[in-house]
């Protein structure tokens, strides 16, 4: 079975202009979570979607929104891009949601903001 | 401000030795913990899951839980070179969103 998959793989942009990270999650998962993860921390929390909807969003600026589409691919949608955004923007699907679900990264999509 | 915290490392240890990670988290409402490993310039992935006061074991790894303690740890026994990773400690935060809390990470290294 195929994993989660994300696309691009890379992308550099430059500082004010917006970018958007798609994720498909493991066939039958039905929730996506997006993190961020900086050099040297742990992934930090972004945005949880489960069954299309918004269930929890960490704290990032409104610069952040996401979407969940009826086939639970995801998209991460960054506006107004800052040097600070540059980092690794992890994808993790999870079969439904819940305190006991596992959550299963994709390969990440690494930005990078000049 | 719910914390997940880990010994940033390095950690060394010989090939065939036994290699302890730990981790402590602050938040008492945790229900579920995780352990990922994270080969440089890769994404974390998931090795052992563990949700219930006690040791789970799979293959080489031993996961254990002690939530009076608030403590997690990971026991890789028979270490090996491709053991050599990061290992992030994720707790479940509960609530409404089940969001995992990374841990910064540790990283093992383990020598032929």
């Known amino acids: 079975d195929a994993g989660v998959t994300q696309s691009p793989t890379h992308l550099i942009k430059t500082r004010g202009q917006h970018v958007t990270l798609r994720c498909s999650p493991i066939s039958g998962h039905k929730s996506v979570s997006w993190y961020q993860q900086v050099l040297g921390q742990g992934p930090q929390f972004i945005f949880q979607?489960?069954?299309?909807?918004?269930?929890g969003r960490g704290n990032f600026p409104d610069r952040f929104s996401a979407r969940q589409f009826p086939n639970y691919s995801s998209e991460l949608n960054v506006n107004a891009l800052l040097l600070g955004d540059s980092a690794l923007y992890l994808c993790a699907s999870s079969q439904v949601r819940g305190p006991y679900n596992e959550q299963f990264f994709g390969p990440g999509t690494r930005l990078t903001v000049l | 401000q719910k914390e997940v915290e880990q010994n940033s490392g390095p950690l060394s240890v010989p090939e065939g030795a036994i290699a302890s990670l730990n981790c402590t988290y602050s938040d008492r409402v945790s229900q579920s913990f995780f352990w990922y490993r994270q080969y440089s310039g890769k994404s974390p992935e998931l090795i052992m899951s563990i949700y219930s006061n006690g040791d789970k074991e799979d293959g080489r790894f031993t996961a254990q839980l002690n939530k009076a303690s608030q403590y997690v740890s990971l026991l890789i026994r028979d270490s090996q070179p491709s053991d050599s990773a990061t290992y992030l400690c994720a707790a479940n935060s509960g609530g409404s969103n089940y969001k995992l809390t990374f841990g910064k990470g540790t990283l093992l290294t383990v020598n032929p």
């Open positions: 979607y489960y069954e299309k909807e918004e269930r």
